[in-house]
């Protein structure tokens, strides 16, 4: 039933099509989607994207549209006004019928001559890696109105922490995408306490971000706030506070996204994917978890972890293999702290 309707719309839309045909004569312009239901696709991919146009002006042209779902609809609306979009019910059709077909690859970017780091990284044809350095060359691409200015500053003074030291931290749960089986990408964020509580003796301010989280953090301290479930949650809010932290703790998500788009320095606790080490900016620390041997309840080496259970996201597949996946304790986790501020200082060594 959806093929169906799929070939119906098509067919409504064969002048678009044709005027696409035609313009692709005269402008280079390709066509691609925003992976939009992840917040983490939806922010430093983009703007890896408008820095690199920003940094070769003559890199052709994308005409963008985005997934049904929208993670964050600050974002999408900020990308709107800098990017050129087509809506979805439009282009997506058009999108499908050209990916299905060879002749029509002239719409796609041309990755064949792109390095085996950017060609391993790619997601659904979207650069997901800078590679090219450019956001160290140039600003964060989302500069926020007086009038937004105003009410992320209204919240900061609301809670106190208005011209304070500020970091975010988050973890990684079932909740955002409703996942049915525990991913060991997921994180404790009470493990998170003594991080937190150093952190705060040495005169910075912490908000708990997230978005659909149900579990309260077990803090009583006024310069540690639990912002993800509160009334004041917003999308807006959640980018807005990311630009405002002097950096970020979280475990394995998209959310880090957030901090990288601003170029804030952020703490990877938790840490499960070796795939992923690839695709992050600098200033980061990673923490990954640990991996046990059931049978022998010794501790193997990354080397050993990594080429047999990197690929197997679900416990029960791990425990299968004779394994347990480890998460941080909260005393490395505030090691991690410490050596975070240490890099933040200059003054960090291996």
Known sequence: MKKVYIYFHLILLIPVILLLLLTRIFKNFKINKIISHKIGHLATPMEIYICEKKEYPNKPTIIWFFDKRIANKFLKKQWSRKLMIFPRHILEPIYILFKKYEFFNFFFEDFNEESELVKRTLK???????????????????????????????????????NKKIFTFSARTSNFHSEKIKSNRNSNINNQNYAIKFLVSKDYSALRIGKNEKEKIKFNNEKIIDYAISEHRSDFLDVYLASKSDFMISSESGINELAVMFRKPVLIIDHYYCGAYEKYASKMIILPKKFKNIDTGNLVSYDEAYKKLMHHDNPLEIIKLGYEVIDNSEFEVKQAAESMLDLLNNNFTI
């Open 124 to 162: 659904d044809g979207v650069k997901q890696i800078d590679d090219k350095n450019v956001l160290s060359k140039h600003k964060p691409s989302i500069v926020f109105n007086n009038e937004e200015i105003k009410e992320g500053e209204n919240y900061l003074k609301k809670i106190g922490f208005e």
